[in-house]
RNA sequence: GGGAGCAUAGCUCAGUUGGUUCAGAGCAUCUGCCUUACAAGCAGAGGGUCCGCGGUUCGAGCCCGUGUGCUCCCACCA
């Protein structure tokens, strides 16, 4: 077989993708192997992959296919969720531009139009998904409005409604005006912002309405500052600090909105900061949750002067129908022109942003569904903080965890949308309500109930998606809509979460609640959706600067995956991603995954070209090549594990990488390899087949299609996605250490051979002086060929005119026909000998100091003494070779 | 306003019970090589007052205090 010149990963990648599926390896049925669940976070239907995307997906399949080729029954569900407000903007945006109007059309016939842009949208994830090359198991694809997932929302509304969880109120929301609904608070995004603060007189008057003294001294008005005076006409009050002398005598007096005319009372809280502005504050209950607040304590009026859609309300009396930024600007000019503004100034300030529609939010008293959180808090957080769910990395996110659930408030759950799941309460024409899983169920109980039949009408609105996908680990496997089945008695609960830190309140935290509160009869370690949560750091660019549209530093991904290959946008991503911190993305270390992918790709080469000149007869040489390699190996094995296991992703990749590149191709192949056109003995090739397979093996859950390839290739019939790892080993560290010295040796004489300007292929011989020559024993052999020494003798005394090398506590002389340069190599060991002996000055002083030898624990002083020794030894020789080069000199 | 975290090589980061073979890795840089697996490569090298200051200790990159500079979360005073 005739392999390329370079590794082509996009023809690998589809013939894997197809192998697998055609396998059906990632397709999960219970049995009796343990089960190692993950469900993926569901991504917007409507959406594309993002580079936080990319990252918590191959994260997730890391984690599976290692635990799949560790002999768990692995399953990774995927899915996607309706996203309710993100979609049906979108949707509402689409039809716009076709000219049609969301408003002139049927609630059936607009969600007929948001499920064809669905099916015609909702593929392109599935498709990313599956070219990253996640192991996932597509016969069990969810979507969060599917028919059966819709009736578990449903049944666990009811549900909850009927235990008293779930009540109706008029309460002061967060409102979206372009999307029209109502947010939760989770929903609302701060942004710091410069506004103006305007300050506005408002005459005062008495209760008849005259006024007090006369404007003209400046004292009949009382001057309050605002930031948005667009909405005065919503004033029912003007608030001043009891103890504010400055408005002592205006108790039981009156002010008067300007524009409008409209008197109002002056009343006093201890509420107003008497510092800021003018110490009088503006009292708007309608279109400030503060100012509603201390409407509901003094029992003032409600003027609401807004409508849904940001526009000025009938109730404002002025600029009806404009828009509410439109309808500042021209209230300012007006208040202006009249020489009712005394002051502008500039302001910093924060507002609340839509995360879904970026709309900027309006506090808005209306009538919605509240989900009661207390008592579902309670044992979400007994159960992070118990340990019975892990969150990684560390303890980081314990704290803010447990801020957000011990001060949680009710959650707003009803969304004014037509897509998503639709609020089954059904009212009579009198406002009465009942709650059902269906019309049918409703009528009854509306019978049962009232005694009368009705017309019923359902609820228009639909629930919040967060009320859908807190459901999730669950009802994947039907939890909910059929409790008890064989899935989710088997899959649940899932083994660990992985997603972003930016949804613990609107996700996690939630469904670890719907995990406990509908798992009641199972212990505490069965109830919870997931034992681990592992929480991958945000992506950005290689600036720092967060991913955005407007920056245009969002990748897209099929097009990296097409331009490096996704093993290599994989190892891209994962090799520059330390546990839970941000991740600065750089097409540079895609760049690296590529590369790495050519490196094994031409160990491949070597390796097949072995195989066309075999040698069955041919005893292995030497084993210590091997016997190193098999215990580097071991080694480098327990560390993976150990790194995979505490979610240090990343370090374990480091580990593989420089294991492949490093010790296998670096090192071991070329101590094995044969000279050239010789042939290789039998024994190693095999051998190296087998290291090779398992280097693949252990790389296979980060980059898995290359792997796969090779691995084939190589005459595995077995596919790496599905062969079970080999059971750790101990390390044999008498073979490691000599590998150690063997690479220092080899290294030494390398760096002399380049600064003495001593071609590779000019031969050499070499001398050994050492007291210990046991050590060199296994290694001499392939050290000779390594730096192609004709030669390694063991001598007693200095040979002279040699190059002078010390290594470690030895001394070694190169003999070579090119003149040495003496100056260069005193040079070199002048500087080595004045930091030894600085070195060894340090230790004595250390040894030297009786509360440290009494203090110290006794293997510390023993490491101590051998530093020392080793030390004396070093300089000894270095004194030694130095007093040689001076005998060569003369 | 409240809370959390971070600061180590030019860049991104390791450094897990305090012990100068512990100051490390990758990338970048420099030098020499087209050596029949690989120039997408090989061989070798240089590079850091571990943010400042103080303390604990025989001993501090690591522990404590403090200052500075960044980042994030929460609360939302007009």
Same mark, same amino acid.
């Given at each position: 077989?005739?392999?390329?010149?370079?590794?082509?990963?996009?023809?690998?990648?589809?013939?894997?993708?197809?192998?697998?599926?055609?396998?059906?390896?990632? %397709? #999960?049925? &219970?049995?009796?192997?343990?089960?190692?669940?993950?469900?993926?976070?569901?991504?917007?239907?409507?959406?594309?992959?993002?580079?936080?995307?990319?990252?918590?997906?191959?994260?997730?399949?890391?984690?599976?296919?290692?635990?799949?080729?560790?002999?768990?029954?692995?399953?990774?569900?995927?899915?996607?969720?309706?996203?309710?407000?993100?979609?049906?903007?979108?949707?509402?945006?689409?039809?716009?531009?076709?000219?049609?109007?969301?408003?002139?059309?049927?609630?059936?016939?607009?969600?007929?139009?948001?499920?064809?842009?669905?099916?015609?949208?909702?593929?392109?994830?599935?498709?990313?998904?599956?070219?990253?090359?996640?192991?996932?198991?597509?016969?069990?694809?969810?979507?969060?409005?599917?028919?059966?997932?819709?009736?578990?929302?449903?049944?666990?509304?009811?549900?909850?409604?009927?235990?008293?969880?779930?009540?109706?109120?008029?309460?002061?929301?967060?409102?979206?005006?372009?999307?029209?609904?109502?947010?939760?608070?989770?929903?609302?995004?701060?942004?710091?912002?410069?506004?103006?603060?305007?300050?506005?007189?408002?005459?005062?008057?008495?209760?008849?309405?005259?006024?007090?003294?006369?404007?003209?001294?400046?004292?009949?008005?009382?001057?309050?500052?605002?930031?948005?005076?667009?909405?005065?006409?919503?004033?029912?009050?003007?608030?001043?600090?009891?103890?504010?002398?400055?408005?002592?005598?205006?108790?039981?007096?009156?002010?008067?909105?300007?524009?409008?005319?409209?008197?109002?009372?002056? $009343?006093?809280?201890?509420?107003?900061?008497?510092?800021?502005?003018?110490?009088?504050?503006?009292?708007?209950?309608?279109?400030? =949750?503060?100012?509603?607040? +201390?409407?509901?304590?003094?029992?003032?009026?409600?003027?609401? @002067?807004?409508?849904?859609?940001?526009?000025?309300?009938?109730?404002?009396?002025?600029?009806?129908?404009?828009?509410?930024?439109?309808?500042?600007?021209?209230?300012?000019?007006?208040?202006?022109?009249?020489?009712?503004?005394?002051?502008?100034?500039?302001?910093?300030?924060? +507002?609340?942003?839509?995360?879904?529609?970026? /709309?900027?939010?309006?506090?808005?008293?209306?009538?919605?569904?509240?989900?009661?959180?207390?008592?579902?808090?309670?044992?979400?957080?007994?159960?992070?903080?118990?340990?019975? $769910?892990?969150?990684?990395?560390?303890?980081?996110?314990?704290?803010?965890?447990?801020?957000?659930?011990?001060?949680?408030?009710?959650?707003?759950?009803?969304?004014?949308?037509?897509?998503?799941?639709?609020?089954?309460?059904?009212?009579?024409?009198?406002?009465?309500?009942?709650?059902?899983?269906?019309?049918?169920?409703?009528?009854?109980?509306?019978?049962?109930?009232?005694?009368?039949?009705?017309?019923?009408?359902?609820?228009?609105?639909?629930?919040?998606?967060?009320?859908?996908?807190?459901?999730?680990?669950?009802?994947?496997?039907?939890?909910?809509?059929?409790?008890?089945?064989?899935?989710?008695?088997?899959?649940?609960?899932?083994?660990?979460?992985?997603?972003?830190?930016?949804?613990?309140?609107?996700?996690?935290?939630?469904?670890?609640?719907?995990?406990?509160?509908?798992?009641?009869?199972? &212990?505490?370690?069965?109830?919870?959706?997931?034992?681990?949560?592992?929480?991958?750091?945000?992506?950005?660019?290689?600036?720092?600067?967060?991913? #955005?549209?407007?920056?245009?530093?969002?990748?897209?991904?099929?097009?990296?995956?097409?331009?490096?290959?996704?093993?290599?946008?994989?190892?891209?991503?994962?090799? #520059?991603?330390?546990?839970?911190?941000?991740?600065?993305?750089?097409?540079?270390?895609?760049?690296?995954?590529?590369?790495?992918?050519?490196?094994?790709?031409?160990?491949?080469?070597?390796?097949?070209?072995?195989?066309?000149?075999? !040698?069955?007869?041919?005893?292995?040489?030497?084993?210590?090549?091997?016997?190193?390699?098999?215990?580097?190996?071991?080694?480098?094995? +327990?560390?993976?594990?150990?790194?995979?296991?505490?979610?240090?992703?990343?370090?374990?990749?480091?580990?593989?990488?420089?294991?492949?590149?490093?010790?296998?191709?670096?090192?071991?192949?070329?101590?094995?390899?044969?000279?050239?056109?010789?042939?290789?003995?039998?024994?190693?090739?095999?051998?190296?087949? %087998?290291?090779?397979?398992?280097?693949?093996?252990?790389?296979?859950?980060?980059?898995?299609?290359? @792997?796969?390839?090779?691995?084939?290739?190589?005459?595995?019939?077995?596919?790496?996605?599905?062969?079970?790892?080999?059971?750790?080993?101990?390390?044999?560290?008498?073979?490691?250490?000599?590998?150690? +010295?063997?690479?220092?040796?080899?290294?030494?004489?390398?760096?002399?051979?380049?600064?003495?300007?001593?071609?590779?292929?000019?031969?050499?011989?070499?001398?050994?002086?050492?007291?210990?020559?046991?050590?060199?024993?296994?290694?001499? %052999?392939?050290? /000779?060929?390594?730096?192609?020494?004709?030669? =390694?003798?063991?001598?007693?005394?200095?040979?002279?005119?040699?190059?002078?090398?010390? !290594?470690?506590?030895?001394?070694?002389?190169?003999?070579?026909?090119? &003149?040495?340069?003496?100056?260069?190599?005193?040079?070199?060991?002048?500087?080595?000998?004045?930091?030894?002996?600085?070195?060894?000055?340090?230790?004595?002083?250390?040894?030297?100091?009786?509360?440290?030898?009494?203090?110290?624990?006794?293997?510390?002083?023993?490491?101590?003494?051998?530093?020392?020794?080793?030390?004396?030894?070093?300089?000894?020789?270095?004194?030694?070779?130095?007093?040689?080069?001076?005998?060569?000199?003369?």
């Amino acid at each position: 077989m005739e392999l390329s010149k370079n590794y082509t990963p996009k023809e690998v990648e589809n013939k894997w993708n197809e192998a697998w599926k055609a396998g059906g390896y990632f %397709n #999960s049925t &219970p049995d009796d192997r343990p089960a190692y669940t993950v469900v993926i976070p569901p991504p917007n239907v409507t959406g594309v992959l993002h580079m936080g995307h990319t990252l918590n997906e191959t994260v997730q399949d890391i984690l599976v296919r290692r635990a799949r080729m560790k002999g768990f029954n692995a399953c990774w569900v995927p899915g996607s969720d309706h996203a309710s407000i993100a979609t049906e903007a979108k949707v509402v945006a689409m039809l716009r531009e076709k000219g049609i109007d969301k408003n002139a059309l049927t609630r059936e016939d607009f969600l007929k139009h948001a499920f064809e842009w669905k099916e015609k949208y909702g593929g392109i994830i599935y498709h990313q998904i599956e070219k990253l090359g996640c192991s996932v198991d597509w016969n069990r694809v969810t979507f969060t409005m599917d028919k059966e997932y819709y009736s578990a929302v449903i049944k666990v509304f009811t549900d909850l409604y009927r235990k008293g969880m779930i009540y109706r109120g008029a309460r002061m929301i967060h409102w979206d005006p372009e999307a029209q609904t109502a947010l939760s608070d989770e929903e609302v995004e701060y942004k710091d912002g410069e506004g103006t603060l305007y300050h506005i007189r408002y005459a005062i008057a008495d209760a008849a309405g005259n006024p007090l003294v006369t404007p003209a001294k400046g004292e009949g008005e009382i001057i309050i500052a605002t930031q948005r005076p667009e909405t005065i006409m919503g004033d029912t009050a003007i608030c001043v600090h009891p103890d504010d002398e400055r408005y002592a005598h205006l108790k039981g007096a009156f002010a008067v909105i300007p524009l409008i005319n409209r008197r109002i009372p002056i $009343i006093f809280d201890e509420y107003v900061d008497m510092a800021f502005g003018t110490g009088a504050l503006k009292v708007t209950p309608a279109h400030d =949750i503060n100012d509603y607040n +201390l409407g509901l304590k003094h029992n003032l009026e409600i003027v609401d @002067t807004l409508n849904a859609d940001g526009t000025l309300s009938e109730a404002a009396t002025i600029y009806v129908g404009e828009d509410r930024f439109a309808a500042r600007k021209k209230i300012v000019a007006e208040l202006r022109e009249k020489g009712l503004i005394v002051k502008e100034e500039n302001y910093a300030t924060r +507002l609340g942003y839509s995360q879904r529609t970026g /709309a900027l939010v309006e506090p808005r008293i209306s009538t919605q569904w509240f989900l009661k959180m207390k008592e579902l808090a309670a044992p979400a957080l007994e159960a992070v903080v118990e340990g019975a $769910i892990a969150i990684h990395p560390g303890d980081r996110f314990l704290a803010t965890y447990k801020y957000w659930l011990e001060n949680v408030k009710d959650w707003c759950i009803s969304r004014q949308l037509w897509w998503g799941q639709q609020i089954p309460a059904w009212y009579d024409s009198k406002g009465n309500c009942v709650v059902a899983e269906n019309e049918a169920a409703a009528y009854a109980l509306y019978q049962q109930q009232f005694g009368t039949a009705e017309i019923l009408t359902q609820d228009a609105d639909v629930l919040d998606t967060w009320f859908s996908s807190w459901l999730w680990p669950m009802e994947v496997f039907k939890g909910i809509s059929n409790p008890g089945n064989a899935d989710v008695n088997y899959y649940y609960p899932t083994a660990v979460l992985v997603t972003g830190q930016d949804i613990i309140f609107f996700w996690v935290a939630r469904m670890i609640m719907a995990g406990l509160a509908y798992n009641t009869e199972k &212990p505490l370690e069965q109830a919870i959706p997931f034992r681990d949560v592992y929480f991958t750091g945000m992506v950005r660019d290689k600036l720092g600067r967060k991913m #955005s549209k407007q920056l245009g530093n969002s990748p897209d991904l099929l097009q990296l995956i097409d331009e490096y290959g996704a093993d290599a946008v994989r190892f891209g991503i994962m090799i #520059s991603s330390p546990a839970g911190n941000d991740l600065l993305f750089d097409t540079a270390s895609l760049e690296q995954g590529r590369f790495f992918n050519n490196k094994m790709w031409n160990a491949l080469k070597l390796v097949k070209m072995w195989e066309q000149k075999l !040698s069955a007869d041919l005893p292995e040489q030497d084993s210590f090549a091997t016997e190193w390699f098999a215990s580097r190996l071991n080694e480098a094995r +327990l560390q993976v594990d150990k790194l995979i296991s505490e979610f240090r992703l990343s370090e374990a990749l480091k580990v593989i990488y420089s294991l492949i590149w490093d010790d296998f191709c670096s090192w071991y192949l070329e101590w094995v390899k044969p000279a050239y056109e010789q042939p290789v003995a039998a024994a190693v090739f095999y051998k190296t087949v %087998n290291f090779f397979s398992e280097l693949l093996q252990l790389l296979h859950p980060f980059m898995p299609f290359i @792997t796969e390839e090779i691995n084939s290739i190589i005459g595995n019939r077995t596919p790496l996605c599905i062969k079970t790892l080999p059971p750790d080993a101990v390390a044999d560290t008498t073979r490691l250490a000599e590998g150690e +010295l063997l690479k220092q040796v080899i290294t030494a004489v390398r760096d002399a051979r380049v600064r003495n300007q001593l071609k590779p292929k000019q031969e050499i011989a070499v001398f050994l002086q050492t007291d210990d020559s046991d050590v060199y024993k296994n290694i001499t %052999n392939v050290w /000779a060929r390594q730096v192609n020494a004709t030669s =390694i003798v063991p001598v007693h005394e200095p040979v002279a005119n040699c190059l002078n090398i010390v !290594s470690g506590r030895d001394r070694l002389y190169i003999q070579a026909e090119t &003149p040495v340069d003496m100056a260069a190599q005193k040079q070199q060991l002048e500087k080595d000998l004045e930091y030894q002996r600085g070195f060894l000055i340090s230790v004595e002083k250390k040894l030297g100091n009786e509360r440290f030898v009494q203090n110290a624990r006794p293997e510390v002083v023993a490491i101590e003494r051998k530093k020392k020794a080793d030390a004396e030894a070093k300089i000894s020789a270095i004194e030694e070779t130095l007093a040689q080069l001076d005998l060569d000199q003369k």
